[in-house]
C-alpha cells in the first residue's frame, strides 16, 4: 500500500494545473503500456478544477478515444437531475473531449430515474464485472479487487470520500464493489459508490482538497490520521497524492 503524499499549493488554479499534468501523464503512460486508461471521477467541485485538461496543451495531446471513464460515487437521480454527478461531468468536461460514449459508464438512467439505490449498486457492479471479463478492467493480483488506474477524488467537510459517510457502515463493506446508501448526511438521501476496498485498489489515487471548509478534517486525518474520517482510509497501490491548496491545509 502507498504512502499518503501530500503536496500544498499556493492556488486552487495551480492545484488545477497540477492535476491536469499529473493525470495527463498517466494517461500517456498506460495508454502507452496496455492501450488504454480507465479514469474514476467524483463529483463535487472536482469537475470544475479539471478545466485545465480541456484547454491547450492537454485537450489537443491526451488520446482520448482510449480513456474508459467512471464514478467513484453516484446520485440515485435522473441524469438530467441537477444532483447528478453524471450531469455535472458532462456539461464541465465530458462533453468536451472525444470519449467514445461507449467507454462513459454511468449510472443506469432508467433504475437511476426510478430511484431504486440498491438496483443501482447491483448493476453498475455487474457492469464492472462485464468489463472484467472483456479485458478493460484487471483484477489487482494483489488485492482481488478491480484495478482503475486513476481516481480522482475529493473530500467533504465531514471527511467522507465518494459516499463512504462516517458513522455510516458503508464503509466496512468487504464483499461488495459497489454498495449503496439510501439516509447520504450530504443530500441527496440516495447514491451508489465503490466500496473501500475497491477504491483502495486503484494504481493511482488523486484527493484534490480545496477551501477552508475541509480544513479540520484534513488536519485530523494529516496529524492524528483519525480513522473515524473515511477519508483517512484512502489507500492505492502505486500512488496515494493529496493536492491541498492554501486554505484546506490552514490548519496543518
Ligand atoms: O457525490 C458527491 O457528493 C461527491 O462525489 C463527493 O464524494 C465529493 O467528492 C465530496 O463530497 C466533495 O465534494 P465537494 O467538492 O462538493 O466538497
New binding site residues.
Given amino acids: 500500500m502507498a504512502q499518503r503524499k501530500m503536496i500544498v499549493f499556493p492556488t486552487k488554479n495551480e492545484l488545477s494545473q497540477a492535476m491536469a499534468e499529473y493525470t495527463a501523464n498517466l494517461s500517456t503512460k498506460f495508454i502507452k503500456e496496455k492501450g488504454l486508461f480507465t479514469v474514476v471521477l467524483?463529483?463535487?467541485?472536482?469537475i470544475d478544477w479539471l478545466c485545465k485538461l480541456v484547454q491547450p496543451p492537454y485537450i489537443d495531446s491526451i488520446e482520448w478515444s482510449k480513456w474508459h471513464v467512471f464514478w467513484?460515487?453516484?446520485?440515485v437521480c435522473a441524469w438530467e437531475d441537477p444532483d447528478s454527478?453524471y450531469k455535472l461531468a458532462m456539461e464541465g468536461f465530458l462533453s468536451k473531449v472525444p470519449i467514445p460514449d461507449k467507454n462513459i459508464y454511468a449510472i443506469d438512467k432508467h433504475w437511476a430515474a426510478d430511484g431504486n439505490a440498491e438496483h443501482c449498486a447491483a448493476l453498475y457492479e455487474e457492469c464492472l464485472k462485464n468489463l472484467v471479463k472483456e479485458k478493460i478492467i484487471p483484477i489487482s493480483k494483489k488485492t482481488g479487487y478491480p484495478e482503475f488506474d486513476l481516481q480522482l477524488?475529493?473530500?467533504?467537510?465531514d471527511g467522507?470520500?465518494?459516499?463512504l459517510f462516517p458513522n455510516h457502515p458503508q464503509i466496512n463493506e468487504k464483499q461488495k464493489w459497489v454498495t449503496h446508501i439510501t439516509d447520504s448526511p450530504?443530500l441527496p438521501l440516495k447514491?451508489i459508490t465503490f466500496t473501500l476496498p475497491v477504491i483502495n485498489s486503484s494504481l493511482y489515487n488523486l484527493m484534490a482538497i480545496c477551501d477552508k471548509?475541509?480544513a479540520k478534517s484534513v488536519a485530523e486525518i494529516m496529524k492524528h490520521n483519525n480513522l473515524s474520517l473515511p477519508s483517512a482510509h484512502l489507500s492505492a497501490q502505486v500512488e496515494n497524492v493529496w493536492y491541498l491548496d492554501q486554505a484546506a491545509a490552514s490548519e496543518l
Fill in positions: 467524483s463529483g463535487g467541485d472536482l467513484v460515487d453516484e446520485r454527478n477524488l475529493g473530500m467533504g467537510p467522507h470520500m465518494a459516499s450530504k447514491r471548509a475541509p
